[in-house]
């Protein structure tokens, strides 16, 4: 049987049964990369990929307390200000507002929908050149 599984489900058993492989190498996402806001706390994650030139930003995160505060643009800005990039590239809920609204503040332009991207949902996929 051959079959498609969440690749979190697996890491384990990779790391469990390669131990003497340089199996970290494709493990673990060297390219990966969390920025947080943390202030009495962590209030706010940015998680994001840096292939070379291009950045991806995999997800925005600010806890329901500390949102409308100036902490999502905080990330964002600190992303922009302190990365060399040729572009950055996101998907966004289509319903998302708020987080459109963020990206768009910053200089992100719409250049596709993906269909479907969130289950049921489509995604706008957006753009910032650095
Ligand atoms: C989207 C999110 C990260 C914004 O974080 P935040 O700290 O509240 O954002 P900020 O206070 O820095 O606001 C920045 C801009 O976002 C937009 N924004 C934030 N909250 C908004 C709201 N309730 N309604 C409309 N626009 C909103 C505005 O353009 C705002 O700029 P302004 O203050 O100059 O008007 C936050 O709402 C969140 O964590 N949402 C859940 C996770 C999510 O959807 N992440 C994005 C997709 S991965």
Redesign the pocket.
């Known amino acids: 049987m051959i079959k498609e599984v969440e690749s979190l489900s697996v890491i384990d058993i990779l790391k469990n049964n390669f131990k003497d492989e340089i199996i970290n190498d494709f493990v673990i996402n060297p390219f990966n990369k969390t920025i947080i806001y943390e202030e009495d706390g962590i209030k ?1 994650i940015l998680n994001y990929d840096l292939i070379y030139d291009r950045i991806e930003i995999n ?4 806890f329901n307390d ?9 990330l964002i800005n600190y992303l922009i200000v302190n990365n060399k990039f040729d572009n950055i590239t996101l998907e ?1 809920n289509v319903t ?4 459109i ?2 990206y768009k ?1 910053f200089g992100f332009t719409e250049i596709t929908i993906r269909k479907k991207y969130y289950h049921d949902q489509d995604a706008i996929m957006m753009i910032r050149m650095g």
């Open positions: 706010g997800y925005v995160f600010v500390y949102r409308m505060q100036g902490i999502g643009s905080k966004v998302n507002k708020k987080a609204n963020l503040k």
